[in-house]
């Protein structure tokens, strides 16, 4: 029972984060209404699956006009994340719908500091957006001794992972990292040794590795604060793990790639 359960749980979370990937400009959508500071928006917006998908020139020319700010909008087709002013936003799956790049509405508002608002009476949504107000540049934002260290780990644990499973090798670090049971800093997390080394690179040494540009992305997304979990805290390969202390003690999440992630 156990196993089937583990099975279902990953299948739930694989169609959750390719979901966007399976849509086609034939897919099912629902057209919603969008309005910036209350008046109604000329944006093409579509809710498939849970999220809303807004055109991404349409939004930032009318953003930059409400806001006077012009950050500019990176969006690779099929990467879960943008980019602005070197800050990597992590969200749903960015699409190409009629040649015309979609992103999610929640990631292209934070490039602006605009707040977003579902409104379920009407399946519309709500930008408020304030004048002179724009993303913080990453060389500003990032501090650069976390960045280093938790894309070291990431690479280290999940190099030939799937994107969303270095997020979420990520999300275990930060989440130690706030959690009263851990140290409270991501250096200090990874070289935790209370209970014993924690992490296997730095057993082995592979924690010294340049990591790739992927696990520098997903390490800066997890430090723009986007999560795939709050709640994991542990994860392992089941393969090749020699120590199974974690599922016999820890209430299983979800399984991306290779990794089991625990609460």
């Not at 400009?25 to 109604?40: D, L, S, T």
């Not at 809710?47 to 990176?74: F, K, N, W």
């Not at 070289?191 to 390490?219: E, H, L, M």
Request: aromatic share 12%; net charge negative; proline share 5%.
């Amino acid at each position: 029972m156990m196993y089937f359960k583990k099975r279902l749980a990953a299948l739930s979370f694989a169609l959750a984060i390719t979901a966007a990937a399976l849509c086609t400009p034939a897919a099912a959508y629902e057209a919603v209404p969008v309005r910036i500071n209350g008046e109604a928006a000329d944006i093409d917006a579509r809710l498939i699956g849970t999220t809303t998908y807004v055109e991404l020139e349409q939004t930032s020319r009318l953003l930059t006009e409400a806001t006077g700010a012009a950050p500019g909008i990176e969006a690779e087709p099929g990467a879960l994340y943008i980019t602005s002013r070197g800050r990597y936003l992590g969200g749903s799956e960015n699409l190409t719908i009629d040649g015309q790049t979609y992103v999610p509405v929640r990631s292209a508002a934070k490039v602006y500091c605009a707040g977003v608002e579902w409104r379920e009476p009407s399946r519309s949504v709500d930008i408020y957006a304030e004048p002179n107000s724009g993303i913080e540049p990453g060389s500003e934002y990032y501090i650069d001794d976390e960045v280093k260290w938790l894309s070291r780990i990431i690479y280290a644990e999940s190099g030939a992972e799937p994107f969303a499973g270095k997020i979420l090798v990520g999300n275990v670090i930060l989440n130690r990292m706030f959690s009263d049971e851990f140290p409270n800093t991501i250096y200090d997390v990874i070289f935790d040794r209370k209970y014993g080394v924690q992490f296997s690179p730095v057993a082995n040494g592979s924690i010294w590795n340049t990591p790739n540009a992927d696990s520098v992305a997903a390490a800066k997304i997890c430090l723009d604060a986007y999560y795939l979990s709050r709640d994991a805290l542990y994860f392992l390969n089941p393969d090749l793990a020699t120590n199974f202390w974690i599922p016999n003690n820890r209430d299983f999440l979800i399984k991306v790639g290779g990794h089991e992630f625990y609460s």
